[in-house]
């Protein structure tokens, strides 16, 4: 991380309790929407979304399979906030 401006902007993201558990399950299993709307029980358009607000703040990253689009953390730094979070 470069500046306090791209923290900022990080950390903001991460910053809503959905945001969160989908960076947090986005770390332990499984990449696509539909995988994580089976988990977060949340619509579908929401939880694309939260994505496109983490993918824009370059939290996360995505990559196409066959006809699903599969995310994942794109910031190493993130999973070391994500086991603090999870300490506290």
Known sequence: MNSFEEQSRILK????PHRLEIV?????DGCSVSEI???LGLPQS????HLL???NA??????????VVCY????EAV???LGILAEI
């Open 46 to 49: 929401t939880i694309s979304h």
């Open 53 to 55: 607000i983490l993918k």
């Open 24 to 28: 947090m399950r986005l770390k332990e």
């Open 79 to 81: 999973n070391e906030i």
């Open 13 to 16: 993201a991460l910053a809503h």
């Open 37 to 39: 709307q089976d988990n």
């Open 58 to 67: 370059g939290v996360l990253s995505s990559r196409r399979e066959g006809t």
């Open 72 to 75: 994942s953390i794109e910031i």
